[in-house]
């Protein structure tokens, strides 16, 4: 069965396009709604199923107002790491400032796991923070040199909106989401678009690649937010 919603973008032929989502309203299965953004609380995550290394990119575009964590003043927007200062890949922000939070990259030792500033604006403001090439464009569009010789060898899939390590998940934090792409090189392995799952009203991520419908894994619901327009 073929729908064809106010929101969908198709070709003159009437076939799909072929890029993947682009942050606006683009197409989903028969079942599945677009929506602008997802919205967490402090209480929910979704699990990627990717385990990172030093060669996985992504880019994600959010704002945060309030990122809750066990101090409540930090909260993770993507994250993995083997332990506490061993093979992290983690996108932090710190919501004491109106502007701050880091991206942590690197290895075993403390030497090679090194805090990026990443600029992450906390007042609510939509921004775009991407890391490829191992360049990190940061919230204000500055750009960060990332060393290539970094080997991560982590075995923690990475969460969106949370962090996990051998022995916990948490720093949730309270995001409104809009699009998270992932790769692992020049390999796009991620595509993921807020969603509105029809059937019983479960808010997610559906990715593009995957064709897969990924939900909440933590506690209460996420909030939905408007639907997508084309």
């Not at 332990?83 to 030497?111: D, E, R, W």
Request: with cysteine; net charge negative; glycine share 10%.
């Amino acid at each position: 069965e073929i729908r064809i919603s106010d929101v969908a973008r198709w070709t003159e032929d009437f076939t799909p396009p072929d890029k993947p989502y682009s942050g606006s309203a683009g197409i989903l299965p028969v079942g599945y709604t677009p929506l602008q953004y997802i919205e967490s609380t402090g209480s929910q995550y979704i699990d990627t199923e990717l385990i990172p290394n030093q060669d996985t990119e992504f880019e994600v575009k959010f704002s945060t107002t309030n990122a809750l964590s066990a101090g409540g003043s930090f909260g993770t927007i993507l994250g993995s790491r083997e332990s506490y200062q061993s093979q992290g890949y983690q996108l932090t922000t710190y919501t004491m400032y109106t502007t701050g939070g880091h991206f942590m990259y690197g290895s075993n030792s403390n030497a090679d796991l090194v805090r990026y500033e990443a600029n992450i604006n906390n007042t609510g403001v939509a921004q775009t923070i991407s890391l490829r090439n191992h360049k990190l464009t940061t919230g204000n569009g500055d750009i960060v040199n990332l060393p290539t010789d970094v080997t991560i060898n982590s075995s923690q899939a990475l969460l969106l909106f949370g962090l996990r390590d051998r022995t916990f998940v948490g720093e949730f934090s309270s995001t409104k989401m809009y699009f998270c792409k992932l790769w692992n090189g020049e390999n796009m392995v991620r595509s993921f678009v807020p969603a509105l799952r029809d059937e019983d009203g479960a808010v997610g991520m559906y990715c593009m690649i995957t064709n897969k419908f990924y939900s909440n894994s933590g506690t209460g619901d996420f909030v939905a937010g408007p639907e997508a327009e084309a």
